[in-house]
């Protein structure tokens, strides 16, 4: 089974900084890369996703580094909120692939207000 | 609005029953998965389903059951062999295999 390592296990904030979350895989073959964002007793729901052809996206508020060579891609959340608590999970995947998502063991994060 | 429907939202069951939690979606999706859920866990995928009459273990497929009649429907059954079947249940869509999933709001089962 391929491998996803996510971290930090957990973080905390103050409202208007950075929040940086990191996740590193092991298959080379990956070609789809998002972020979901799960709320309390609430199911994942996709925030933001990058394809490896391109370094970096931008969504608002959230972005996404990816670095091809060092197999791992990042979210970082400028002028977090405390609306933005929750627990963020990468999934990396291989499309085209039936079972698809390999979920990472998820950050969760606290925004102080 | 499409979305996917999960109910009922909390179940209870005693030890030795079997119990079935309900997947509803309205996206005309193709693809149907189920996940657990563990407190501190990433999610971990019981079975999927591509199409209609066949579906896949996952790699925590013992224990449960799953049937795919329809292509609105993926229901999942908790046996009483799955050894420790209080958790969070998550049921997921995708329209294909090259985007991303649309989640359910879960059932939390507890065996009491």
């Known amino acids: 089974q391929q491998q996803v390592k996510q971290s930090p296990q957990s973080l905390i904030v103050q409202k208007g900084g950075i929040s940086i979350i990191n996740c590193a895989y092991e298959?080379?073959?990956?070609?789809?890369f998002p972020w979901y964002q799960q709320f309390p007793g609430k199911g994942p729901a996709l925030l933001i996703a990058?394809?490896?052809?391109?370094s970096e996206k931008k969504e608002g508020r959230f972005t996404i580094s990816f670095n091809k060579s060092a197999k791992q891609f990042s979210l970082h959340i400028m002028d977090s909120q405390p609306g933005d608590s929750a627990t963020y999970f990468c999934?990396?995947?291989?499309?085209?692939?039936?079972?698809?998502?390999?979920f990472g063991s998820g950050t969760q994060l606290t925004v102080l207000p | 609005d499409g979305g996917i429907t999960q109910s009922p939202k909390y179940l209870f069951r005693k030890e030795g029953q079997n119990v079935t939690l309900s997947c509803e979606q309205n996206?005309?999706?193709?693809?149907m998965y189920w996940y657990r859920q563990d407190p501190g866990q990433g999610l971990r995928l019981i079975y999927y389903?591509?199409?209609?009459?066949?579906?896949q273990k996952g790699d925590i497929a013992e224990g449960y059951s799953v049937s795919r009649e329809k292509k609105e429907s993926f229901p999942l059954t908790v046996t009483s062999a799955q050894k420790n079947p209080t958790a969070f249940y998550l049921c997921?869509?995708?329209?294909?295999?090259?985007?991303?999933?649309?989640f359910g709001s879960g059932t939390r089962l507890t065996v009491v």
């Open positions: 997921a869509s995708s329209i294909g295999t090259d985007y991303g999933y649309t």
């Open positions: 990058i394809r490896p052809d391109v």
């Open positions: 298959n080379t073959a990956f070609d789809y």
């Open positions: 999934a990396p995947t291989l499309r085209g692939s039936a079972r698809q998502l390999t």
């Open positions: 996206l005309n999706h193709d693809a």
């Open positions: 389903s591509q199409i209609v009459n066949d579906f």
